[in-house]
């Protein structure tokens, strides 16, 4: 019998382990190739882990490889390494957490994309006298002069914001405005920014180039408009210098077409975008033209962590406080923490940016695993306008909005400025209800109530989908239905009376589903003079507009009381990031939050101003509470057809857990904050524990026992390590 070489496979299976196969014939697969295999009775796509280790189970067993998809290894080694610490670390099986760091085609299979044929690169032609131009005419040219490089159409769509043709330059050609140019090397960006730094960005930005080529963190710290951004440019204009490749996460690529625009134009035709909203191929080709070293400034969302960048030299975590960096199914990874990690595994520097870090990274500038460095005023020398509370005792709010409201919105429309008028969240929305009986309209199968969809009529659930025409009478007594609570539409409404012939737009998930419509929106709003913008959270999001006068804050109470973790922390960074959108040139503005307890720690902290001073006695309660970041959580759902099927599995479970746990905590079972979620049943455990490695240990146990005896298989486990929420 030959002795035929083995590799060890990660595949798309729910199991934690790799697989041997034999490989008949040389070259070996090195790790990091995709290979074909058979597994059970189907073939898979798998992912090359390890080659030449004996096998772990009897040789007459093992199969041989069908064939090896890749050329060479996609997934390079250091990443490899990262994906192996991710699996362990968030106790997520081996083969799911390498198959989902790939493009979705290429986890089934895909060959990897032909790199695309060159595209013509268009530049000005210097002497001709420009003829009459249309607005989007001047554009291409104005961003062709300041680039001063030669750009693809999709670079200069870029940089100039603007959805780009084709057609549109070969026009300009025909007016000899333009020209094409085959294969001209890209000119290397100019190396000096539009502004002087001040001493703050300065010293921000020797300290990260100082580290590059060494593993290393900072938090860079300081409030909207601090020019935090500026620093990320500066930093990663002396990476590209040195020829290094630069990843940039943002919270949500959608939300922030400004930092893609400011990018763009500050290295041109070096910047491609990785997003979830990107079509499939253009997803794919996006990701391999940066593993193949082509682009040079990757920008991306939480998963573009996986990204293999070859020449990968510094990583920025822009708005590290936000929650979308946690990914909430599947491999619940932190995006944040893996980029630190990334950062060690590639020995490169890693800067968190945020106007309002969160807790975790606070502690972590405290006890010098990152190093800090604080931006302090505005370069423009605006200051963050003041946050007074208007108390919703004594000012009773009708359709959401206090009379103290209404008139500082008319004072600053008056001064021609914009306001902003914040709702919590989108599920602080509208329900359909009862006011004879009190009944209320429910999904039939969460526990959750329908949320009224004015625009088309229909009462829909949030969590499931679920969707069903707006009943007009009450099911218990007959009575006609009215709408109650608060959407961002119906405040629209009161708004829009309250205000006639303002204009008035409105900013949320359901405002923007088509394609485009986000950034009309956001260009409707920068164009615009006085007027009303009413929205949920994503108008706190990272947009630079230059009137805002006013912030209203319609209702944080329910942050102050939660029983969440970190509620009050993010309800600081809520209204904080609000508060940021005002006073971005001259005169601060003001933030008004309407509450019923003005009197609460929370709202007096708001009011004194700087955001580290509110943490203060946040980060004392955790660490009187043994919380993070000074205890370290893990919480474990089971999820279930029946109330009694999860219940019982859960307590089972919480008896393993308790078997072992050595100084950790485990608490509950109990029901989830949301017991009923789409006709499943959820519970939860929460562990506590002291140390990292006690709560590794438990879990490793605890799971090894669930593996001997598995739970039935219409229930679901689940670990979330670091929860950022615990509902
Ligand atoms: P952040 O990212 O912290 O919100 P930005 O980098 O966007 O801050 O800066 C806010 C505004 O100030 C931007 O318009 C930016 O161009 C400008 N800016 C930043 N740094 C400077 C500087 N050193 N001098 C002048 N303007 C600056
Ligand atoms: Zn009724
Ligand atoms: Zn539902």
Redesign the pocket.
């Known amino acids: 019998m030959r002795h035929e070489a083995l590799v060890r496979v990660a595949v798309d299976r729910p199991l934690d382990q790799l697989f041997d196969y034999a490989c008949p014939s040389e070259p070996l697969p090195e790790p990091g190739q995709r290979v074909r295999v058979t597994f059970g009775r189907s073939e898979q796509t798998g992912v090359v882990m390890a080659a030449g280790k004996p096998p772990a189970v009897d040789r007459a067993r093992i199969r041989p490889l069908e064939a090896v998809v890749d050329p060479e290894p996609i997934l390079p080694g250091p990443l490899l390494e990262l994906l192996r610490f991710a699996s362990r670390y968030y106790h997520h099986p081996i083969g799911e957490t390498v198959l989902n760091a790939l493009p979705p085609a290429l986890r089934k299979g895909a060959p990897l994309p032909s790199p695309a044929p060159a595209e013509p690169r268009w530049r000005l032609r210097p002497e001709t006298t420009p003829p009459r131009l249309g607005a989007r005419q001047r554009a291409i040219v104005r961003g062709l002069e300041t680039s001063g490089t030669a750009l693809a159409v999709g670079a200069l769509a870029d940089l100039t914001g603007l959805a780009l043709r084709r057609d549109e330059l070969h026009r300009l050609a025909d007016l000899g405005l333009v020209e094409a140019v085959a294969n001209e090397p890209l000119t290397p960006p100019s190396a000096s920014s539009a502004v002087t730094l001040t001493p703050d960005q300065r010293q921000a930005v020797t300290a990260i180039a100082a580290e590059l080529g060494r593993p290393s963190a900072f938090l860079l710290d300081g409030v909207t408009g601090s020019g935090k951004t500026e620093v990320y440019l500066e930093a990663a204009a002396a990476a590209i210098a040195r020829g290094l490749q630069v990843l940039v996460l943002v919270p949500e690529i959608a939300l922030t077409p400004q930092l893609v625009r400011r990018v763009s134009q500050r290295f041109p035709g070096q910047v491609a975008a990785l997003h979830s909203g990107l079509p499939a191929g253009e997803r794919l080709r996006v990701w391999d033209a940066a593993r193949r070293g082509d682009r040079t400034l990757l920008l991306g969302t939480r998963s573009a962590v996986f990204t293999p960048l070859p020449a990968l030299g510094l990583l920025i975590v822009d708005e590290e406080h936000d929650p979308a960096y946690k990914q909430q199914d599947g491999l619940r990874y932190h995006a944040r923490d893996l980029a630190i990690l990334r950062g060690h595994i590639e020995s490169l520097p890693v800067v968190l940016g945020s106007a309002t870090p969160t807790l975790e990274s606070i502690a972590k500038t405290r006890d010098g695993h990152y190093r800090h460095l604080p931006l302090g005023t505005r370069p423009d020398g605006s200051l963050p306008p003041p946050v007074r509370c208007v108390d919703t005792r004594v000012h009773r709010p009708d359709e959401g909005l206090t009379t103290p409201l209404l008139d500082a919105m008319r004072a600053t429309l008056e001064q021609g400025r914009q306001c902003f008028v914040l709702l919590n969240r989108r599920g602080f929305a509208r329900v359909l209800g ?1 006011e ?2 009190g ?1 209320v309209a429910d999904c039939p199968r969460c526990d959750a109530h329908l949320t009224v969809h004015a625009a088309a009529s229909r009462s829909i659930c949030h969590l499931c989908g679920f969707s069903q025409a707006l009943a007009a009478h ?1 099911p ?2 007959g ?1 006609a239905l009215s709408q109650q609570g608060l959407g961002t539409q119906r405040v629209e409404r009161a708004l829009s009376r309250h205000f006639a012939g303002v204009p008035l737009v409105r900013l949320d998930r359901d405002s923007i589903r088509r394609r485009g419509e986000l950034e009309r929106c956001l260009e409707t709003i920068r164009q615009m003079d006085a007027g009303i913008v009413v929205g949920t959270q994503m108008l706190a999001k990272g947009h630079d507009f230059p009137r805002v006068g006013l912030v209203g804050v319609i209702d944080v109470d329910q942050g102050l009381f939660s029983v969440d973790l970190r509620a009050a922390e993010q309800t600081l960074q809520l209204v904080l990031q609000a508060a940021g959108r005002a006073g971005r040139s001259g005169d601060p503005g003001v933030v008004l939050v309407q509450t019923g307890h003005p009197g609460h720690p929370l709202m007096q902290a708001l009011q004194r101003g700087d955001y580290a001073s509110m943490v203060a006695p946040l980060l004392d309660e955790r660490r009187a509470a043994a919380m993070p970041p000074f205890g370290f959580l893990a919480l474990i759902r089971v999820d279930g057809p029946t109330a009694g099927a999860s219940a019982r599995q859960a307590e089972a479970i919480a008896r393993q857990l308790r078997q072992h746990a050595r100084g950790v905590r485990v608490l509950g079972p109990a029901p989830a904050p949301r017991h009923r979620v789409n006709r499943r049943y959820r519970e939860q455990i929460l562990l506590v524990s002291p140390t990292r490695n006690a709560l590794h240990h438990t879990l490793v146990v605890a799971r090894d026992a669930w593996q001997q005896h598995p739970p039935p298989r219409n229930l679901r486990i689940s670990i979330d390590v670091d929860p950022v929420t615990l509902a």
């Open positions: 009862c004879h009986c009944w009450c218990e007594c009575q």
